[in-house]
């Protein structure tokens, strides 16, 4: 990766943007609840009807092993540490982002062993 080109530079200071606003959406609505589209599947099954849902509420408990549960470190329950959290979940999802970026790339362009 060319750190000296212009759009390189222009895209990291885009993403690094999102890394600091991305609490803004916790904080907005910290004393209303959810965030819009973060409802968990028994509260989307009590507004639109359980049978609607059935799917989901059946899918709902296959993967629970997030790196980073709600987006935050548990425990952080104030505010302020919420955002941190966030930030940090933030931080690790784009380092899992380039990690698997840069692992398909190095499978894909792989140099041809030589016989």
Known sequence: MNWDDPLVKKFAYLIGAMII??????????????????WDPSEVAKEVGASKVAGLLKLSGVWQ?????????PG??????????YIISAI????????????????VYSKPTTT
């Open 92 to 107: 690790v999802g784009v380092a899992l982002c380039l990690a698997f970026y840069y692992i398909i790339v190095k499978l």
């Open 76 to 85: 952080w329950d104030d505010p302020l540490h919420a955002s941190i959290g």
């Open 21 to 38: 606003l991305c609490p803004l959406g916790i904080l907005l609505v910290w004393n209303y609840g959810d965030a819009w589209g973060e």
């Open 65 to 73: 092993y997030a790196i980073l549960p709600d987006y935050n470190i």
